[in-house]
């Protein structure tokens, strides 16, 4: 059968190797890479792929075919930890910041995240739709086709139903697929502060059965955290989101090592995020029970600290690594994963093959997405980037730019010469 649309010539085409599962340990560092490689789509999939001359079974009068000669193409790249939908900037925050004044004292002068969920509780559905749609054609031009979006900036009902909302209109309208996570347990409403119990009641008996009810997010997440929520009470509020059909993940052990790893690995969680201050046992279980590392190398970058998560061990641990961008106005302010992953090799010590895996095949999974995207299977969506490039290595050597060329989303030509079309 012909092909809708044939890529060749393609002078470098990373493939991931996809067993059904994520890329642990030392498989993060392998993959099929082909030279003057072609790809045929039939109607948004992956029909074939291989090496040399296009099969003149895949070529017909109404194919498509465009030649990519001396261009580096990989799977679209997934996004799988952002806070895509809030209200205002905090770059007021920034020469504070710059002169070490501490979060906490920032917070206290009625910044950081208190500012954000005022800014997302006065902005309209129409105002947040239209912030996060521009962030989304940001991510789209730098190579991004599948995204998660958190909730989280209102600390109640009314606020947190308007992000996931906005999220699930996004992914109705946009090109970039939107994977809502309720994460209404971002922190602790200052009401109740004193009385957290309350608020973990409102999550549990009222909040997440109306998320579940409604089909507003497939994912709960849970900052899990010193001053924030414990470990017991994140136990009960991913309890609940189980028991209530949502696939969970955890805010873990970015400060402190408070056992968020080990209780990741204890629930079965798709991914554990952050994880700088990650015990050497947490790491292990979470690598027994094939929880998914999902690191966030900007915003250690970001907040000027050097305490980035430690890669290298997690890979030697059999660990599946992922890598986002942790998109949110007050710690990581930036739509461009090409920066993650270069902070992934330059900071983290990620080789690039290691580094593409993480922002394809496993980002993917980490978002129960693997059987879908992620990599040129046959019958996997058509989602495709082309990089300006000659080689992987160079996208991570030249840093600080945008090499995409192209991006391709369900086989349909979405980015053309770094505008989105």
């Given amino acids: 059968m012909s092909a809708d649309l044939i890529l060749y010539n393609i002078g470098e085409l990373f493939c991931p190797i996809d067993n059904n599962e994520p890329l642990r340990g030392q498989a993060m560092n392998t993959a099929k890479i082909m030279h003057n490689a072609y790809i045929a789509i039939k109607a948004g999939k992956i029909q074939a792929i291989g090496e040399g001359e296009v099969p003149e079974s895949l070529i017909s009068n109404e194919t498509q075919k465009r030649d990519l000669s001396g261009l ?3 799977p679209g790249l997934i996004d799988s930890h952002t806070h895509l939908v809030h209200g205002g900037s905090r ?15 920032i917070l206290a002068a009625g910044g950081g995240i208190l500012s954000t969920v005022n800014s997302t509780k006065t902005s309209t559905f129409d105002e ?23 909730s989280g900036y209102g600390l109640e009902w009314e606020t947190e139903e308007k992000q996931l909302k906005v999220a699930k209109k996004l992914n109705e309208d946009h090109p970039v697929e939107v994977v809502s996570t309720f994460m209404g347990a971002h922190a602790i409403p200052t009401q ?3 009385n957290p119990e309350e608020f973990i009641k409102e999550l549990t ?19 899990c955290e010193h001053g924030v929520f414990s470990v017991e009470q994140t136990r009960r509020i991913l309890k609940c989101a189980k028991e209530n059909n949502l696939k969970i993940k955890i805010h873990a052990d970015e400060i402190v090592s408070l056992g968020g790893a080990e209780l990741a690995a204890e629930m079965g969680a798709h991914s554990a995020e952050h994880l700088m201050a990650a015990s050497d046992e947490g790491i292990s279980l979470m690598a027994k029970n094939n929880v998914i590392a999902n690191l966030l190398p900007g915003t250690t970058f970001s907040l000027m600290k050097t305490s980035y998560a430690d890669a290298r061990k997690m890979i030697e641990n059999n660990l599946a690594v992922a890598l986002s961008t ?37 980002g993917a999974h980490s978002l129960g997405r693997g059987h879908e995207t992620g990599s040129f299977e046959v019958g996997k969506n058509a989602d495709i980037v082309v990089f300006d490039a000659p080689n992987i290595d160079y996208i991570l050597y030249h840093f600080g730019v945008n090499h995409v060329k192209e991006v391709y989303k369900n086989g349909n030509l979405v980015v053309q010469d770094r505008r989105v079309i």
């Fill in 192 to 194: 109740l502060k004193e």
């Fill in 128 to 150: 947040l739709y239209t912030k996060a749609k521009k962030s989304l054609d940001t991510m789209l031009i730098h190579g991004t086709t599948t995204v998660e979006a958190k």
């Fill in 326 to 362: 942790d998109y949110n106005p007050g710690s990581c302010p930036t739509e461009n994963i090409q920066l993650i992953m270069q902070l992934g090799s330059l900071a983290m010590k990620m080789s690039p093959i290691e580094v593409f895996n993480a922002v394809t095949i496993n």
């Fill in 205 to 223: 008996e009222f909040m997440i059965p109306e998320v579940s009810k409604h089909s507003l997010a497939e994912f709960c997440d849970v900052f």
């Fill in 91 to 105: 770059e007021n925050e920034f020469s504070m910041k710059l002169n070490g004044v501490s979060y906490l004292d």
């Fill in 72 to 74: 580096t193409v990989t």
